[in-house]
């Protein structure tokens, strides 16, 4: 599992707080400091966090000497979010969701609608795919889009309540259970952890750069895409369609 390669994380490049469409979910959220480009990561401390943490249960790790946490507090603390908890009404709304993939044309399921191709999705929708890939359940593969991410991405669109230091916390310790299947989640985050601490940076070496970040479209971009057909024609309704409307479907 050590040997895995890293799901690197990038950024959003172009960013631009007066634009109305992404940017402004990410300020309505306080995602500034995760859209940011993250800093590039140590190899040998992040592979020091993962082996080490295969023998603890608890939400800190041993790096170097140091008590690492990457508890939900922490990493909310680190990105400067609030822990975010569903109301009730929040929480029956967000059950709709699990019926995502019903709206997707049985032609384009696979594995029991499991998934779906992502060029059906709209420009933007594509969009936080790739963020939602890169920050929040990292993945290589960004042609298919999991139950998992489609149903991020209604949340996105719906305005519920995402924990996106108890995300964190779970998919880095499903790596370490066995879930790595594409590799190390999370090494940029990680390496900022454990040098929030005090280890010393300037003499760490073998480090391992973010990816390049990606320009946001912006909103007249991807309302282009939806309504044309072929690529892009699964848009952010058929995602976020409220439960009412979903009655007389």
């Known amino acids: 599992m050590l040997r895995r390669p890293f799901i690197r994380e990038r950024g959003m490049k172009s960013y631009n707080p007066h634009e109305p469409s992404q940017n402004a979910i990410i300020m309505a959220r306080k995602w500034e400091s995760l859209v940011k480009e993250p ?3 140590v190899i040998r401390v992040v592979r ?13 790790v041993l790096v170097r000497g140091r008590k690492v946490s990457f508890s939900r507090v922490s990493i909310n603390d680190y990105f400067g979010v609030e822990e975010q908890v569903l109301s009730d009404e929040e929480f029956n709304e967000f059950q709709f969701a699990d019926n995502v993939l019903d709206h997707v044309p049985n032609a384009y399921a696979e594995q029991r609608r499991k998934s779906f191709k992502a060029s059906l999705l709209t420009r933007e929708s594509r969009n936080w795919l790739r963020y939602i890939s890169s920050r929040m359940l990292p993945t290589t593969h960004l042609s298919d889009v999991s139950k998992e991410r489609a149903i991020l991405i209604y949340a996105i669109y719906e305005d519920v309540a995402i924990d996106l230091g108890f995300m964190i916390n779970d998919v880095i310790k499903k790596a370490v259970a066995g879930g790595a299947h594409d590799g190390l989640p999370f090494p940029h985050l990680i390496t900022s952890l454990c040098f929030r601490l005090g280890l010393n940076r300037t003499r ?13 479209h912006h909103a007249h971009d991807s309302s282009s895409q939806s309504n044309s057909g072929g690529d892009g024609d699964f848009d952010r309704t058929k995602l976020g369609s409220s439960p009412a409307q979903r009655t007389h479907q």
């Not at 023998?55 to 800190?60: G, L, P």
């Not at 760490?204 to 946001?216: D, G, R, T």
């Open 39 to 41: 800093d590039a990561a």
């Open 48 to 60: 020091e966090f993962y082996a080490n943490l295969r023998f603890t249960d608890a939400d800190t």
């Open 204 to 216: 760490a070496k073998n480090y391992c750069s973010p990816e390049l970040s990606y320009p946001m």
